[in-house]
């Protein structure tokens, strides 16, 4: 019988982008990577369609919210490229 979620992670890299992002459990989960330190996690969709965005706390990443929810994965992953990206930026 096999695994419903693998563990192994999958690296996706934008190379314009300071922010690294990892799939992980076959999709329902991607972490962003900064530094080599992740920063935030997106899960879902949840039932409601909606995608968790996560914060965690970092000495990279100082966000207003620990919890987000957003309508897609692209508007989630481009909040922290706001947030995120623009902290390395400014290091």
Same mark, same amino acid.
């Given at each position: 019988?096999?695994?419903i979620f $693998?563990f =192994?992670?999958?690296?996706?890299?934008?190379? +314009?982008?300071?922010? @690294?992002?990892?799939s992980?459990?076959?999709?329902? %989960? $991607?972490? =962003?990577?900064?530094?080599?330190?992740?920063? +935030?996690?997106?899960s @879902?969709?949840?039932?409601d369609g909606?995608?968790? %965005?996560?914060?965690?706390?970092?000495?990279?990443?100082?966000?207003?919210?620990?919890?987000?929810?957003?309508?897609?994965?692209?508007?989630?992953?481009?909040?922290?490229?706001?947030i995120?990206?623009?902290?390395?930026?400014?290091?």
């Open positions: 019988m096999g695994s $693998s =192994a992670s999958r690296k996706s890299d934008n190379p +314009a982008s300071a922010i @690294g992002w990892e992980r459990y076959d999709g329902v %989960l $991607s972490v =962003a990577i900064l530094d080599d330190v992740p920063v +935030a996690g997106i @879902g969709p949840w039932p909606n995608y968790a %965005l996560t914060w965690w706390s970092t000495p990279h990443v100082d966000a207003d919210r620990k919890l987000e929810f957003h309508s897609s994965l692209a508007h989630a992953r481009q909040r922290v490229e706001e995120a990206g623009s902290m390395a930026r400014a290091a």
